[in-house]
């Protein structure tokens, strides 16, 4: 049986030097079961993706620094978007979809991001707040060639800024908040060592990428374990047990809405 996690492993290290130590470690271990597609990704794959997706960005004349968004469902693309930007060194900014038209456009504009990765899920919502803009910020689809394909990039260190996200702006405009690498590994660790997480532990991540709980603790929390994590693209009541079952979850975080859905929820047998 695996030893629960201690933050000395994380400790001085980058999010990008903890997806190489995982992947030197275990190649071939489940990190992500996306569970939409029914697709696997290994520690080994999503190392590839995020080297291939970084140095793609590197291609396409955007700096080291500079502000990379991302409006997406949850799942295998969303979350090589996030850790490819964060093992580049650029500055993932995270783009609530619930948060209106208005509310996106302000962010795109406030953030300066260089690009904005989009889905079928996003791509409308996203053509409209972008058009809002004077100068609009080009949207690119997450496709499979932008996680694919050779290329590296040069070491991150763990105090470089990582992630961007912006208050829900319930009194006056959203305020962004900058995050480390290091504050966003910390931020899994701490959920890990809480719950005594190891390398044997499966997490179902039903919180949005965008929501810090969804990345720092959901996405976050089994890497810096070594375990793995399932994540459909959104919560659902009807399907939340089977997906624990099926996906055999040892643990998930969710908001006091959710229990109270799942609480009131008996239709579902079993």
């Avoid at 532990?201 to 375990?227: E, F, K, Q, W």
């Amino acid at each position: 049986m695996s030893a629960p996690f201690t933050m000395a492993a994380i400790a001085g290290l980058s999010v990008r030097g903890m997806i190489d130590r995982r992947a030197d470690e275990t190649p071939d271990k489940p990190f992500l079961i996306d569970s939409h597609r029914g697709e696997t990704v290994t520690y080994g794959a999503m190392r590839m993706a995020a080297r291939a997706f970084a140095h793609r960005l590197s291609e396409e004349g955007v700096q080291r620094g500079d502000t990379v968004a991302y409006a997406m469902a949850n799942g295998a693309d969303a979350a090589r978007v996030i850790l490819g930007c964060l093992y580049g060194g650029y500055l993932a900014t995270a783009v609530n979809l619930v948060s209106g038209s208005a509310t996106i456009s302000y962010v795109l504009k406030h953030s300066g991001a260089a690009l904005v990765f989009v889905d079928e899920t996003s791509h409308d919502l996203l053509t409209e707040a972008a058009a809002a803009l004077p100068t609009r910020p080009r949207l690119v689809p997450a496709r499979a060639d932008w996680f694919e394909g050779t290329g590296d990039a040069p070491p991150v260190a763990a105090d470089t800024d990582g992630l961007l996200m912006y208050t829900s702006g319930t009194t006056g405009k959203p305020k962004g908040v900058v995050l480390t690498q290091a504050s966003l590994l910390a931020g899994g660790g701490n959920a890990a060592l809480a719950h005594e997480l190891t390398a044997e532990d499966r997490a179902l991540c039903v919180l949005p990428l965008y929501h810090i709980n969804g990345l720092c603790v959901t996405l976050m929390g089994p890497l810096a374990s070594g375990g793995s994590v399932a994540m459909p693209r959104k919560f659902s009541v009807s399907t939340f047990w089977d997906r624990v079952r099926d996906h055999e979850c040892s643990w998930f975080s969710v908001v006091p809405t959710q229990i109270s859905y799942l609480l009131h929820h008996t239709e579902a047998p079993g």
